[in-house]
């Protein structure tokens, strides 16, 4: 009787889920980074790591990728977090309903609403085939608005009225009040919202496919040529580049609380 | 408060024993009036111990309370009886069979939990119908379910013995906190356990709430006639409730006794700071029952051995105040406090502070006598005068590492007569050189010796401070590491239970001896 | 911070402009769905011909249908591993609560374009045939996360003293598990389940990966032709319309529900 058997029942009830989870996600990263350091008939080999940065247009994507994930995080940002901090705000009497509203076109299928955005877009005089990286901006900012206000809103409505009185209340302008106070209580809703923007948009290849009339290629543009390629090696190396780049991010903010009810307390 | 001291008291209903003497050593074992019995139980969850070889038996129908402050394993204890935790050893005994391996649904007792923990999706009456929908009776060699009609009643008669008879159909959410807890009893008992466990279900009313509850409590006692198993960190709830209090500390017991027995003859230092309001002083044993203490020889009725260091305590209602030169001592009354009944003065002998209840309205800022009479002097051993650390060794760098910390120390003192070389070897007086890296050590330090430094980095060590006595003109503070080493400090300054503090130690105050040849260490 | 009423006005006017913007391209095609003109922005008389032509489309339709039963099966499958797994983990030791845990973050941390080509290379290295099992894990990979995410926190809003009420009171632990643990994490599984659908419904790039290419969804179907053509086939901006509504629909019934709260069953 050394151990306490009431606790293993419940722990059990993990079982078939970890199975699953390590079977599809666990098991298949591995088989990346096995593809990525292999070639065609299955030897070990820098080859593909070679390639990759011999071609100048890979490098080209690469930096595109990092320039327009970044330009749509601070965009998002920007646009966002006042919407969020507002919505938050009590004596401005916005309700649920509002921010679901915002969260409404999250179930408007997203392929259906970039080129909705197109078409607008087209109809208003801007051509994605002449303005490729304008318009990719533009629908960027359209598909993650929602992804950004989320958390900052979930981590807003929690911060605690007091503290930002208690700082009017010692002598802190409104300014010196969000720079010191709001900001950084706010951090964990900013990293949240900064990692759902930032790795998806390099990833995401439909929306510069169809923003951008196939004039921008992103990372996930490359990973998608690769696959339709049948060139699974090769796209296994860049998703691991990608792996890579999310672990750095994940890393550097691993002291910052992230807003993970976010993503779930959604209702 | 309690009621004057009888100089013979009662070594009554368990007797007054330090923390291995078992309660009721003189009962015989198959004695037909214990229901539930601890038998060298302890639990550990990896290197720690919350509960540390417990023994205990209780009486049928008996009121027991578990008490001391938080993170003593009362709870710990409460929920190896209720089978929420299995003992790592030790076996519990349930009228005479071991229990111990039992999930808590089969076992004939119940729990009234802290927080209650009332099922939030039930109304009171499911919350209370909700063990007797899960049992099973026999009933003529047949075992069924109760009926509706069956439960229904129950539940009735318990809402009734809880006072709340009208609230069958109300959400558990529209009930306030006193009402909760009664709900919380009423489920528990409706089941009619043979022991009623009780974790500091009080605690979170408020108090005049509580008082209410205690009486109430007590009084469902009586009428119930089952065990209740109490546990409380509220000395007060425990003396007015009990009929048996069992106090512990890091795990262990460190008294069982009645109230009365608790109060007046604590069996050490903790239980006394702990119960009531006492002096603790440091004292001398200087004869055959006499004691020195706050720089007067008194008469005592306990015995112990000439020139021991003793603790001594004194409840303030037993120091009698007289005019100047007619007491004992003389001091200064420096402090009043009306308290109710009675006065509460505070009087400074030279720098030491003795606290006394006086019923009279005096003057204070003026000279004063007292008195203490040879039954109100309670001696007890000194628990530590210094504390040691067996498995201390010594690093590459010629620090003493005690619970992971690194104490600069001397450790010439090892061989004596040695002196230190420019690389850090030890030349000994006849020339021979050692290399005390890695070298078991038992280090000792005294009470007064450790230092205390509010900022951590300029700190040897730090921890937490787990229990501070006062002892009239200074603390006894122990401060406890990460690792669970204790440094028991005797200092001026207090701290908060809790609060983190950093220690100092001077190298030369560390003593230290050598485990095994010093000729081992000796470098060929 | 009291703030004037011309700040307030400006600040619900922001919000609000940012909605406007934010709905703009799907509000113009709803417009334009009530009219039969090619191109949006000719406006050529009011119509029901686009809506005719939607429901005619046999395509489209069984896009329709696919994305749903795929969304539903999914989020169910999602939903029962996912609270298990949940319930399971929350009751873990330290160690492998933090292990299974961090597994768990795997799927919403990985570019949705990584976790897609890892299950391809899986269930190519695998020799698997893509089907529509393929696609259903390639789903759960996805929301699976979501809700474990949206049942722990009733978990750790639960009184951890219940369960073991519960086994004091006589329950044996499954019985604790279903009459005292599941009803308080129901609320925590109908949202799971909910954003499930969600998630499900907006997804293309996994759908894309782990399909049977014969498998139409509708952003699959919606992808297709809006690359083939350049701008949104007619019909589908009838289809835009009814996803909208479906979409509003749900949204009213979502925030009906949080205004009644939650409702107590009497006895």
Same mark, same amino acid.
């Given at each position: 009787?050394?151990?306490?058997?009431?606790?293993?029942?419940?722990?059990?009830?993990?079982?078939?889920?970890?199975?699953?989870?390590?079977?599809?996600?666990?098991?298949?990263?591995?088989?990346?980074?096995?593809?990525?350091?292999?070639?065609?008939?299955?030897?070990?080999?820098?080859?593909?790591?070679?390639?990759?940065?011999?071609?100048?247009?890979?490098?080209?994507?690469?930096?595109?990728?990092?320039?327009?994930?970044?330009? +749509?995080?601070?965009?998002?940002?920007?646009? *966002?977090?006042?919407?969020?901090?507002?919505?938050?705000?009590?004596?401005?009497?916005?309700?649920?309903?509002?921010?679901?509203?915002?969260?409404?076109?999250?179930?408007?299928?997203?392929?259906?609403?970039?080129?909705?955005?197109?078409?607008? #877009?087209?109809?208003?005089?801007? +051509?994605?085939?002449?303005?490729?990286?304008?318009?990719?901006?533009?629908?960027?900012?359209? +598909?993650?608005?929602?992804?950004?206000?989320?958390?900052?809103?979930?981590?807003?409505?929690?911060?605690?009225?007091?503290?930002?009185?208690?700082?009017?209340?010692?002598?802190?302008?409104?300014?010196?009040?969000?720079?010191?106070?709001? #900001?950084?209580?706010?951090?964990?809703?900013?990293?949240?919202?900064?990692?759902?923007?930032?790795?998806?948009?390099?990833?995401?290849?439909?929306?510069?496919?169809?923003?951008?009339?196939?004039?921008?290629?992103?990372?996930?543009?490359?990973?998608?040529?690769?696959?339709?390629?049948?060139? $699974?090696?090769?796209?296994?190396?860049?998703?691991?580049?990608? #792996?890579?780049?999310?672990?750095? *991010?994940?890393?550097?903010?691993?002291?910052?609380?992230?807003?993970?009810?976010?993503?779930?307390?959604? $209702? | 408060?309690?009621?004057?001291?009888?100089?013979?008291?009662?070594?009554?209903?368990?007797?007054?024993?330090?923390?291995?003497?078992?309660?009721?050593?003189?009962?015989?074992?198959?004695?037909?009036?214990?229901?539930?019995?601890?038998?060298?139980?302890?639990?550990?969850?990896?290197?720690?111990?919350?509960?540390?070889?417990?023994?205990?038996?209780?009486?049928?129908?008996?009121?027991?309370?578990?008490?001391?402050?938080?993170?003593?394993?009362?709870?710990?204890?409460?929920?190896?009886?209720?089978?929420?935790?299995?003992?790592?050893?030790?076996?519990?005994? !349930?009228?005479?069979?071991?229990?111990?391996?039992?999930?808590?649904?089969?076992?004939?007792?119940?729990?009234?939990?802290?927080?209650?923990?009332?099922?939030?999706?039930?109304?009171?009456?499911?919350?209370?119908?909700?063990?007797?929908?899960?049992?099973?009776?026999?009933?003529?060699?047949?075992?069924?379910?109760?009926?509706?009609? /069956?439960?229904?009643?129950?539940?009735?008669?318990?809402?009734?013995?809880?006072?709340? /008879?009208?609230? /069958?159909?109300?959400?558990?959410?529209?009930?306030?906190?006193?009402?909760?807890?009664?709900?919380?009893?009423?489920?528990?008992?409706?089941?009619?356990?043979?022991?009623?466990?009780?974790?500091?279900?009080?605690?979170?009313?408020?108090?005049?709430?509580?008082?209410?509850?205690?009486?109430?409590?007590?009084?469902?006692?009586?009428?119930?006639?089952?065990?209740?198993?109490?546990?409380?960190?509220?000395?007060?709830?425990?003396?007015? !409730?009990?009929?048996?209090?069992?106090?512990?500390?890091?795990?262990?017991?460190?008294?069982?006794?009645?109230?009365?027995?608790?109060?007046?003859?604590?069996?050490?230092?903790?239980?006394?700071?702990?119960?009531?309001?006492? @002096?603790?002083?440091?004292?001398?044993?200087?004869?055959?029952?006499?004691?020195?203490?706050?720089?007067?020889?008194?008469?005592?009725?306990?015995?112990?051995?000439?020139?021991?260091?003793?603790?001594?305590?004194?409840?303030?209602?037993?120091?009698?105040?007289?005019?100047?030169?007619?007491?004992? =001592?003389?001091?200064?009354?420096?402090?009043?406090?009306?308290?109710?009944?009675?006065?509460?003065?505070?009087?400074?002998?030279?720098?030491?502070?003795?606290?006394?209840?006086?019923?009279?309205?005096?003057?204070?800022?003026?000279?004063?006598?007292?008195?203490?009479?040879?039954?109100?002097?309670?001696?007890?051993?000194?628990?530590?005068?210094?504390?040691?650390?067996?498995?201390?060794?010594?690093?590459? @760098?010629?620090?003493?590492?005690?619970?992971?910390?690194?104490?600069?120390?001397?450790?010439?003192?090892? =061989?004596?007569?040695?002196?230190?070389?420019?690389?850090?070897?030890?030349?000994?007086?006849?020339?021979?050189?050692?290399?005390?890296?890695?070298?078991?050590?038992?280090?000792?330090?005294?009470?007064?010796?450790?230092?205390?430094?509010?900022?951590?980095? /300029?700190?040897?060590?730090?921890?937490?401070?787990?229990?501070?006595?006062?002892?009239?003109?200074?603390?006894?503070?122990?401060?406890?590491?990460?690792?669970?080493?204790?440094?028991?400090?005797?200092?001026?300054?207090?701290?908060?239970?809790?609060?983190?503090?950093?220690?100092?130690?001077?190298?030369?105050?560390?003593?230290?001896?050598? @485990?095994?040849?010093?000729?081992?260490?000796?470098?060929? | 911070?009291?703030?004037?009423?011309?700040?307030?006005?400006?600040?619900?006017?922001?919000?609000?402009?940012?909605?406007?913007?934010?709905? &703009?391209?799907?509000?113009?095609?709803?417009?334009?769905?009530?009219?039969?003109?090619?191109?949006?922005?000719?406006?050529?008389?009011?119509?029901?011909?686009?809506?005719?032509?939607?429901?005619?489309?046999?395509?489209?339709?069984?896009?329709?249908?696919?994305?749903?039963?795929?969304?539903?099966?999914?989020?169910?499958?999602?939903?029962?591993?996912?609270?298990?797994?949940?319930?399971?983990?929350?009751?873990?030791?330290?160690?492998?609560? &933090?292990?299974?845990?961090?597994?768990?973050?795997?799927?919403?941390?990985?570019?949705?374009?990584?976790?897609?080509?890892?299950?391809?290379?899986?269930?190519?290295?695998?020799?698997?045939?893509?089907?529509?099992?393929?696609?259903?894990?390639?789903?759960?990979?996805?929301?699976?996360?979501?809700?474990?995410?949206?049942?722990?926190?009733?978990?750790?809003?639960?009184?951890?003293?219940?369960?073991?009420? %519960?086994?004091?009171?006589? &329950?044996?632990?499954?019985?604790?598990?279903?009459?005292?643990?599941?009803?308080?994490?129901?609320?925590?599984?109908?949202?799971?389940?909910?954003?499930?659908?969600?998630?499900?419904?907006?997804?293309?790039?996994?759908? &894309?990966?782990?399909?049977?290419?014969?498998?139409?969804?509708?952003?699959?179907?919606?992808?297709?032709?809006?690359?083939?053509?350049?701008?949104?086939?007619?019909?589908?901006?009838?289809?835009?319309?009814?996803?909208?509504?479906?979409?509003?629909?749900?949204?009213? %019934? %979502?925030?009906?529900?949080?205004?009644?709260?939650?409702?107590?069953?009497?006895?």
């Amino acid at each position: 009787m050394q151990k306490n058997s009431l606790h293993f029942q419940r722990k059990f009830l993990a079982i078939p889920y970890m199975i699953f989870m390590v079977l599809f996600v666990v098991v298949p990263l591995l088989l990346i980074i096995a593809y990525a350091a292999t070639d065609q008939s299955g030897m070990p080999s820098v080859e593909n790591l070679m390639s990759f940065f011999r071609d100048s247009n890979n490098i080209n994507t690469l930096i595109i990728s990092l320039f327009i994930g970044l330009g +749509n995080t601070v965009l998002c940002l920007l646009a *966002g977090y006042p919407v969020a901090y507002f919505l938050a705000k009590k004596d401005l009497g916005f309700t649920m309903a509002t921010v679901l509203l915002f969260v409404m076109p999250m179930w408007i299928n997203f392929v259906l609403r970039t080129a909705a955005t197109r078409d607008l #877009l087209f109809w208003l005089g801007l +051509n994605g085939g002449d303005h490729p990286y304008l318009t990719t901006m533009i629908g960027m900012v359209y +598909n993650y608005l929602p992804f950004t206000i989320l958390p900052l809103y979930t981590t807003m409505i929690k911060m605690d009225q007091s503290q930002i009185e208690a700082s009017c209340d010692l002598g802190a302008t409104p300014p010196q009040t969000f720079v010191k106070i709001i #900001l950084p209580m706010t951090m964990p809703g900013i990293v949240s919202a900064a990692t759902m923007v930032f790795m998806p948009t390099m990833s995401s290849y439909v929306i510069s496919d169809v923003m951008g009339e196939r004039k921008i290629s992103l990372i996930g543009n490359s990973i998608q040529l690769y696959f339709d390629q049948g060139l $699974w090696h090769m796209g296994s190396l860049v998703a691991l580049i990608m #792996l890579i780049m999310i672990v750095i *991010g994940s890393f550097a903010t691993r002291n910052i609380k992230t807003e993970d009810d976010a993503r779930g307390g959604l $209702w | 408060m309690g009621p004057k001291p009888a100089v013979f008291r009662k070594k009554s209903f368990g007797t007054l024993c330090p923390a291995k003497i078992k309660r009721g050593d003189a009962v015989v074992k198959d004695d037909k009036n214990i229901i539930i019995e601890l038998k060298n139980v302890s639990k550990h969850y990896g290197q720690t111990y919350a509960v540390e070889d417990f023994n205990l038996y209780v009486k049928k129908g008996e009121f027991i309370t578990f008490l001391g402050p938080s993170g003593c394993g009362k709870t710990t204890t409460l929920r190896m009886i209720a089978g929420f935790e299995m003992p790592t050893s030790g076996q519990i005994l !349930l009228n005479g069979t071991d229990i111990s391996g039992l999930p808590p649904y089969q076992r004939p007792v119940n729990t009234v939990f802290q927080r209650y923990a009332l099922f939030p999706h039930l109304d009171v009456y499911d919350n209370i119908a909700f063990g007797l929908k899960l049992k099973k009776i026999t009933d003529g060699g047949k075992t069924r379910k109760l009926t509706r009609k /069956e439960i229904s009643e129950k539940v009735r008669s318990a809402l009734k013995i809880v006072d709340l /008879e009208e609230y /069958e159909d109300r959400d558990i959410s529209t009930l306030s906190g006193g009402q909760q807890q009664r709900i919380a009893i009423a489920r528990a008992i409706v089941n009619e356990p043979e022991i009623l466990l009780l974790d500091e279900p009080l605690g979170a009313l408020d108090l005049k709430m509580r008082k209410d509850m205690q009486l109430e409590l007590k009084a469902m006692h009586k009428k119930l006639g089952i065990t209740f198993i109490y546990v409380t960190h509220d000395q007060e709830e425990a003396l007015t !409730l009990s009929d048996t209090i069992v106090v512990m500390k890091d795990g262990m017991i460190q008294q069982i006794g009645t109230p009365e027995g608790i109060y007046n003859e604590p069996a050490n230092a903790f239980v006394a700071d702990f119960i009531g309001e006492s @002096n603790i002083y440091s004292g001398t044993v200087i004869d055959r029952l006499k004691v020195r203490f706050l720089g007067h020889v008194f008469d005592a009725l306990d015995e112990f051995e000439k020139n021991e260091k003793v603790d001594v305590v004194v409840r303030p209602e037993d120091v009698k105040l007289v005019p100047p030169g007619e007491g004992m =001592v003389d001091g200064r009354l420096t402090d009043k406090i009306f308290k109710g009944i009675h006065y509460e003065y505070t009087m400074m002998v030279g720098h030491t502070e003795v606290i006394i209840q006086d019923t009279r309205n005096l003057e204070i800022n003026c000279p004063a006598g007292i008195v203490i009479e040879p039954d109100g002097i309670h001696i007890m051993k000194k628990e530590l005068t210094a504390n040691v650390y067996d498995d201390a060794y010594i690093d590459k @760098n010629n620090n003493v590492v005690i619970s992971d910390f690194r104490f600069p120390c001397d450790v010439t003192a090892l =061989v004596p007569g040695s002196r230190l070389d420019g690389e850090g070897y030890v030349i000994g007086p006849d020339g021979k050189v050692y290399d005390f890296t890695d070298a078991d050590v038992k280090a000792t330090v005294g009470l007064g010796d450790i230092e205390l430094v509010d900022n951590i980095d /300029e700190a040897d060590a730090w921890g937490n401070v787990v229990e501070n006595i006062y002892k009239g003109d200074h603390y006894m503070m122990t401060v406890r590491t990460q690792q669970d080493e204790d440094f028991v400090i005797d200092t001026e300054y207090t701290y908060d239970a809790g609060d983190r503090v950093g220690i100092r130690i001077k190298p030369e105050l560390i003593g230290l001896t050598l @485990n095994g040849e010093a000729n081992k260490y000796a470098k060929k | 911070m009291r703030t004037s009423k011309i700040g307030n006005f400006l600040r619900k006017f922001y919000v609000y402009i940012v909605l406007f913007i934010m709905y &703009a391209p799907i509000l113009v095609l709803i417009a334009f769905s009530f009219t039969d003109a090619k191109l949006i922005g000719n406006w050529n008389g009011f119509s029901l011909r686009l809506y005719l032509s939607l429901f005619r489309n046999r395509e489209i339709v069984t896009a329709a249908v696919n994305t749903f039963v795929v969304a539903f099966s999914s989020a169910a499958v999602s939903t029962v591993l996912g609270t298990l797994g949940a319930i399971g983990i929350f009751y873990s030791g330290k160690r492998s609560k &933090a292990v299974m845990e961090g597994i768990g973050q795997i799927p919403i941390m990985n570019a949705e374009i990584v976790t897609a080509l890892s299950l391809t290379i899986l269930f190519v290295f695998c020799g698997v045939k893509f089907n529509f099992l393929t696609l259903l894990v390639g789903h759960v990979v996805l929301t699976i996360p979501f809700v474990v995410l949206s049942v722990r926190p009733k978990l750790m809003q639960m009184d951890p003293n219940i369960y073991e009420a %519960a086994l004091d009171l006589g &329950a044996t632990p499954n019985k604790a598990l279903m009459r005292v643990i599941m009803p308080e994490v129901v609320p925590g599984i109908v949202s799971g389940f909910i954003l499930s659908v969600t998630l499900s419904l907006d997804d293309y790039i996994i759908t &894309a990966f782990t399909r049977d290419t014969s498998y139409q969804t509708l952003s699959t179907y919606v992808y297709g032709v809006t690359s083939k053509k350049g701008t949104l086939p007619p019909s589908l901006r009838a289809l835009t319309t009814v996803i909208t509504l479906l979409a509003l629909i749900v949204l009213l %019934a %979502a925030n009906r529900r949080s205004k009644l709260g939650p409702k107590k069953n009497k006895h």
